[in-house]
């Protein structure tokens, strides 16, 4: 059988190592971090569990689904979900809903935001290749700034008009504000008003409780998982990689393998290979981008502060761009059912200076942010947590297609790499999608013809789905 060497101990190589284990190899799994989960990790702090980024197991793949339970047999909970927009201090729908809205926003500014969608279908703009002009001509210019210039920029860190179109398509295609004011008023067919799932299962202690099971389970069918073990070159002789120079405890040491598998970041993978790729591939892998982000775990003495799993705050005034309510995704992440536990999340360069902030002084700043917001006071903050996850989200900017489109063509051309996962492939993808990337690589390896590259490429926001069917189809 083929030796496998798989670096990441995220979504996708775990679900690689355990898709490798099924087909009778035992994996090598080098991960640089001390935890295992990636971006879908779960940080214990003083026995309060964060979430970073909250994870909602829901899939449309039954293979997928398959996998979880077998991982994680007993632990799954239902949950409602609930994920609104704060903005000026009050809360709104999305998908939007109008009497709710209307009732927020005050008439003046609903008449605008009419008069403004009434403009973008006469007049809607001649290209959409950027996220303000995709956004516009489906809600009108006014709505477009009021629910999703602010948010969206505080999360790319760069203006609407050069986030390309591609982003707005996967997550927000299939919603429409016509549909949803129509219906409303009960003027659409029932079942017609696309919608999103409103159920989502979720692991009790988090998502990391998943992965730490998914190593455990393939360390004991002989895989070997590897922690603060990071891979910091490949090593190349024509189209084949011969090794990977891992450096752990101090040391660097050289793995060969038959084959290897990467979720890490696709510009830190072409870089890291030795002989060099074409000085155009390198320099295309340069220009790709990646948000980090961080999140500010508060612990605050009350019970609760809003009903929902997680909101969007819309509001300029304040830096935090999404709030994590982690006792209303799972209770038994909190262990004082008099506290609640908050994680204010915060996207940024970590080429800016907030990134190197010192964790009081952003515990502090959380503080008093959600103090502004309203939410609490903040002499209620008994303690707080930092957690710094860098590379979070590839960008879609200007050119970013034709860059990727130079990588793949390289990668193609590298008879026994293949790369999975977001970062991996420099796509938006979500946990299921990036467990399917390394369930094809892995059966690519075992002689099966698989495009890794073509999960997620419809234009398809997948929560999307009708009210019809938002049962039928729940997350997970």
């Known amino acids: 059988m083929p030796s496998i060497a798989i670096l990441g101990a995220g979504p996708a190589g775990l679900t690689a190592g355990y898709e490798a284990i099924k087909n009778g190899v035992s994996p090598m799994i080098f991960e640089k971090e001390a935890d295992v989960g990636g971006i879908s990790k779960t940080v214990n702090y003083k026995d309060y569990l964060f979430d970073i980024g909250g994870h909602r197991f829901f899939t449309k793949d039954e293979e997928v689904k398959a996998i979880w339970h077998e991982l994680l047999p007993d632990d799954f909970i239902k949950r409602p979900r609930?994920?609104?927009?704060?903005?000026?201090n009050k809360f709104y729908y999305y998908p939007l809903r109008p009497w709710n809205a209307l009732s927020n926003i005050g008439i003046k500014d609903a008449v605008l935001i009419v008069l403004s969608y009434l403009k973008a279908r006469i007049r809607p703009s001649k290209t959409e290749s950027n996220f303000e002009d995709w956004v516009s001509n489906r809600f009108g210019h006014k709505l477009f700034e009021i629910f999703?210039?602010?948010?969206?920029?505080?999360?790319?860190?760069?203006?609407?008009k050069e986030i390309q179109a591609d982003w707005a398509a996967q997550r927000i295609r299939s919603l429409s504000l016509l549909k949803a004011v129509l219906g409303s008023f009960g003027l659409l067919k029932k079942g017609a008003v696309t919608t999103l799932i409103d159920e989502f299962q979720y692991p009790r202690r988090g998502p990391g409780q998943m992965w730490n099971a998914a190593r455990e389970w393939i360390e004991r069918r002989g895989g070997h998982v590897h922690l603060g073990a990071e891979a910091v070159r490949l090593i190349r002789h024509g189209n084949r990689i011969t090794s990977a120079v891992i450096s752990a405890n101090g040391a660097l040491q050289e793995i060969g393998a038959d084959h290897f598998?990467?979720?890490?970041?696709?510009?830190?993978?072409?870089?890291?290979?030795?002989?060099s790729p074409p000085d155009a591939v390198v320099e295309a892998a340069e220009g790709l981008r990646y948000r980090d982000f961080f999140t500010v775990g508060l612990i605050i003495d009350k019970p609760a502060l809003f009903e929902d799993n997680w909101i969007y705050i819309h509001s300029p005034e304040v830096k935090v761009g999404r709030m994590q309510n982690f006792k209303n995704w799972s209770p038994d992440m909190i262990p004082d059912p008099a506290q609640t536990s908050i994680g204010m999340e915060y996207f940024c360069f970590e080429t800016e200076s907030i990134w190197h902030e010192p964790d009081r002084a952003l515990v502090d700043m959380g503080a008093r942010e959600l103090e502004r917001l309203t939410f609490a006071d903040r002499d209620r903050v008994r303690d707080g947590v930092v957690i710094r996850s860098p590379k979070t989200y590839p960008i879609y900017d200007p050119g970013y297609k034709d860059r990727v489109a130079v990588v793949r063509d390289y990668l193609s051309g590298l008879e026994n790499l293949q790369t999975i996962g977001r970062n991996g492939l420099h796509r938006y993808n979500n946990m299921d999608h990036s467990m399917l990337t390394a369930l094809y690589a892995v059966r690519n390896i075992m002689g099966a013809d698989l495009s890794v590259?073509?999960?997620n490429v419809d234009d398809d926001y997948h929560e999307a789905v009708s009210a019809r069917d938002a049962r039928s189809r729940q997350e997970i």
Not at 82 to 88: E, N
Not at 148 to 160: L, Q, R, S
Not at 261 to 275: T, V
């Open 82 to 88: 609930l994920s609104r927009i704060y903005y000026r």
């Open 453 to 455: 590259w073509d999960i």
């Open 261 to 275: 598998l990467s979720s890490l970041p696709l510009r830190d993978i072409i870089l890291s290979i030795k002989p």
């Open 148 to 160: 999703f210039k602010t948010y969206t920029e505080k999360v790319w860190g760069m203006p609407c």
